[in-house]
């Protein structure tokens, strides 16, 4: 049996999963936590991966491994391969302002045009702004830039500092892919290429000497100990490869925040930076639109009802949709998408027969799914098509969710049984680059959701905004 490795390494945790090459069966899994915060030592990283592999049973076993990981964060290094300063996180807000300095510099339109995005304080670029910025003295130690997934994979090569590596701090060895390295900011995913204008205008000076990871292609490898290693990924590629995601497929992602990306063969170039028009991990293109308010708005609206989720799910199913007027617009942590960072959330329509908690329990789900409608229009309004929407996340499971998503979109809803797409999407590439074929390995579904869309939901929000 040829077995292949899929690493998740997210803000969260470190997972690990093995499967069979042949059937793409699980074979073992394994996990470790991360520490909390929004700027961490990479070195937490490095053990959690190494506790989540002995958790898995090791690589032993293994013969290709791909690591997949959260995107943007800031890992700098110098020339002794150390890392100067803690990662900046793309969940680390102080480079806002850097964010809006870039845009104004270069204008959102070339922006756009250059690397598919519009600044937001997410980016590894404007984190260099900011470490210009209020760090002059690290700045000018940077001899490379990676993202946290290129620096794992390093490591994970054998590379490093001196004093705890097997071959030292060769910076010429990072290597990343093109969905990593398309939220960067400073890299042009239809050119394959890094705007190195771009990232002299984020530091301020010169870039010519600083080290950028290798863009490889999808079915390329080098080589680790005893291990074939694909490029990596960033996770919401990673999550399109683990869904076995094609042109005319949608994810909807419900976690901490929402997501919705397509896979498409479209380049897209947002001047609004509405969609972030991310590169995918398969040579095509990854355009994606965040909400920052999904599932905590279910915590919260089952905690002020005093109920838990599975009860707040047969209040929400017993109301009618629309809710009898009653629109949450749930804004509650500021917004995203739109970008409304001070906003705060909002309940309409109050009458005293909508003020019910079978309406306040629907409302809330359906605020939710609808901000993220919102953003598939957007999606859509650059020709790309939505043939099916593959909706994940651990609210995915909710029955309420899925009824009522059936009724907020105007596609057909697959729920996949619940898995780490990311890790999953992660072993895909590994096996892509052992072979050099993609593998079609099945994915399995819980439930399609018959097409039942009801436009006074969305009509209702609309007249709200």
Same mark, same amino acid.
């Given at each position: 049996?040829?077995?292949?490795?899929?690493?998740?390494?997210?803000?969260?945790?470190?997972?690990?999963?093995?499967?069979d090459?042949?059937?793409?069966?699980?074979?073992?899994?394994?996990?470790?936590?991360?520490?909390?915060?929004?700027?961490?030592?990479?070195?937490?990283?490095?053990?959690?991966?190494?506790?989540?592999?002995?958790?898995?049973?090791?690589?032993?076993?293994?013969?290709?491994?791909?690591?997949?990981?959260?995107?943007?964060?800031?890992?700098?290094?110098d020339?002794?391969?150390?890392?100067?300063?803690?990662?900046?996180?793309?969940?680390?807000?102080?480079?806002?302002?850097?964010?809006?300095?870039l845009?104004?510099?270069?204008?959102?339109?070339?922006? %756009?045009?250059?690397?598919?995005?519009?600044?937001?304080?997410?980016?590894t670029?404007?984190?260099?702004?900011?470490?210009?910025?209020?760090?002059?003295?690290?700045?000018?130690?940077?001899?490379?830039?990676?993202?946290?997934?290129?620096?794992?994979?390093?490591?994970?090569?054998?590379?490093?500092?001196?004093?705890?590596?097997?071959h030292g701090?060769?910076?010429?060895?990072?290597?990343?892919?093109?969905?990593?390295?398309?939220?960067?900011?400073?890299?042009?995913?239809?050119?394959?290429?890094?705007?190195?204008?771009?990232?002299?205008?984020?530091?301020?000076?010169?870039?010519?000497h600083?080290?950028?990871?290798?863009?490889?292609?999808?079915?390329?490898?080098?080589?680790g100990?005893?291990?074939?290693?694909?490029?990596?990924?960033?996770?919401?590629?990673?999550?399109?490869?683990?869904?076995?995601?094609?042109?005319?497929?949608?994810?909807?992602?419900?976690?901490?925040?929402?997501?919705?990306?397509?896979?498409?063969?479209?380049?897209?170039?947002?001047?609004?930076?509405?969609?972030?028009?991310?590169?995918?991990?398969?040579?095509?293109?990854?355009?994606?639109?965040?909400?920052?308010n999904? %599932?905590?708005?279910?915590?919260?609206?089952?905690?002020?009802?005093?109920?838990?989720?599975?009860?707040?799910?047969d209040?929400?199913?017993?109301?009618?949709?629309?809710?009898?007027?009653?629109?949450?617009?749930?804004?509650?942590?500021?917004?995203?998408?739109?970008?409304?960072?001070?906003?705060?959330?909002?309940?309409?329509?109050?009458?005293?027969?909508?003020?019910?908690?079978?309406?306040? %329990?629907?409302?809330?789900?359906?605020?939710?799914?609808?901000?993220?409608a919102?953003?598939?229009?957007?999606?859509?309004?650059?020709?790309?098509t939505?043939?099916?929407i593959?909706?994940?996340?651990?609210?995915?499971?909710?029955?309420?969710?899925q009824?009522?998503?059936?009724?907020?979109?105007?596609?057909?809803?697959?729920?996949?049984?619940?898995?780490?797409?990311?890790?999953l999407?992660?072993?895909?590439?590994?096996?892509?680059a052992?072979?050099?074929?993609?593998?079609?390995?099945?994915?399995?579904?819980?439930?399609?959701?018959?097409?039942?869309?009801?436009?006074?939901?969305?009509?209702?929000?609309?007249?709200?905004?």
């Amino acid at each position: 049996m040829t077995l292949v490795a899929g690493v998740d390494s997210s803000t969260q945790s470190c997972k690990v999963v093995i499967r069979d090459l042949a059937t793409g069966d699980i074979v073992r899994t394994g996990r470790a936590t991360h520490p909390d915060g929004t700027e961490i030592d990479p070195r937490h990283w490095w053990d959690a991966l190494q506790a989540a592999l002995t958790d898995a049973g090791g690589l032993d076993d293994v013969t290709a491994i791909s690591i997949a990981g959260q995107q943007h964060g800031l890992v700098a290094l110098d020339t002794h391969g150390e890392v100067i300063r803690p990662a900046l996180l793309w969940n680390d807000t102080r480079s806002a302002d850097a964010a809006t300095a870039l845009t104004a510099e270069i204008g959102a339109a070339a922006y %756009a045009q250059r690397t598919g995005l519009v600044p937001v304080a997410s980016f590894t670029a404007t984190k260099l702004r900011w470490l210009a910025d209020t760090e002059p003295d690290n700045t000018a130690r940077i001899a490379a830039i990676a993202l946290p997934h290129d620096w794992l994979t390093w490591r994970l090569r054998g590379y490093g500092p001196a004093r705890e590596s097997t071959h030292g701090p060769v910076l010429d060895e990072l290597i990343t892919d093109r969905s990593d390295a398309s939220g960067t900011a400073y890299f042009d995913p239809t050119a394959h290429a890094y705007d190195h204008d771009l990232l002299t205008r984020a530091l301020r000076h010169d870039t010519t000497h600083i080290v950028l990871p290798r863009v490889l292609h999808p079915a390329d490898h080098v080589t680790g100990p005893g291990l074939l290693i694909a490029p990596g990924a960033g996770d919401n590629a990673a999550a399109a490869l683990g869904l076995d995601a094609h042109t005319g497929d949608i994810g909807i992602s419900l976690g901490t925040s929402g997501t919705v990306f397509a896979v498409t063969d479209i380049a897209i170039h947002d001047p609004t930076g509405t969609i972030a028009g991310f590169a995918d991990a398969t040579g095509g293109y990854l355009p994606l639109v965040t909400t920052l308010n999904a %599932a905590r708005v279910l915590d919260t609206t089952a905690t002020l009802l005093g109920v838990d989720h599975t009860t707040l799910a047969d209040l929400a199913l017993t109301a009618e949709p629309g809710s009898a007027g009653l629109v949450l617009q749930p804004w509650f942590q500021g917004e995203r998408t739109p970008n409304r960072p001070d906003a705060t959330a909002t309940l309409y329509g109050m009458t005293l027969a909508s003020t019910t908690r079978e309406n306040l %329990a629907r409302a809330a789900i359906e605020g939710i799914l609808t901000g993220l409608a919102e953003g598939l229009d957007a999606i859509r309004a650059h020709d790309v098509t939505a043939d099916r929407i593959l909706l994940i996340g651990g609210a995915a499971q909710n029955p309420a969710v899925q009824t009522i998503a059936a009724q907020v979109f105007d596609a057909p809803v697959t729920i996949p049984e619940p898995a780490e797409y990311v890790a999953l999407g992660a072993t895909v590439q590994a096996a892509w680059a052992l072979t050099g074929t993609r593998p079609e390995w099945p994915l399995h579904t819980a439930t399609t959701l018959p097409l039942d869309t009801r436009p006074i939901i969305r009509e209702q929000y609309a007249a709200r905004r």
